[in-house]
């Protein structure tokens, strides 16, 4: 698989045609923490199995300034995206107004699709900057470092 310079949004359609999903079970999720214990640190983040870029980690932060950062991991590279908070305060209340009304559910809420969506937005804004891109070691991984690997993107 060739290491793009710059991600590229990621389609999100009913039949999940961006995603690789064979022999995965529970394949996608999120986890939001709104830390305000000593400074305003909130964190959205997700895993993701795509065709485009492999499993995939999607990060983003928002730390109580004017902007906000995106950061992906991909098994060979790491970006860092810098964006305007004006975005991550958009989509949180999106992605929690959806949580909400879940809650009467009976199937958990995913999330999956607002995921994306901010992925897109952050990806698609003018004032988004590619902060930083880091290579991943290409080196056949120990277990330990698998092992981290994958309690990383769970």
């Keep these: ?41 909130y964190t959205l983040s997700s895993r993701m199995p795509t065709k485009a870029y492999g499993d995939i980690r999607i990060e983003f932060e928002y730390f109580g300034f004017g902007v906000s950062n995106m950061r992906v991991e991909t098994k060979k590279k790491t970006y860092v995206y810098q964006f305007d908070t004006k975005l991550f305060k958009e989509h949180i209340v999106k992605f929690l107004q959806k949580h909400m009304q879940h809650w009467k559910d009976i199937y958990a809420f995913r999330g999956i699709e607002e995921v994306v969506n901010f992925y897109n937005a952050v990806l698609a804004s003018p004032n988004t900057v590619l902060q930083n891109t880091s290579r991943r070691n290409t080196q056949e991984p120990t277990t330990e470092q698998k092992a981290a690997w994958k309690k990383r993107i769970s």
């Design 1 to 41: 698989m060739k290491i793009p310079k710059k991600l590229k949004p990621i389609l999100y359609d009913e039949k999940l045609s961006a995603f690789n999903l064979s022999n995965k079970l529970d394949i996608f999720d999120t986890t939001l923490v709104l830390d305000d214990y000593d400074w305003m640190n």
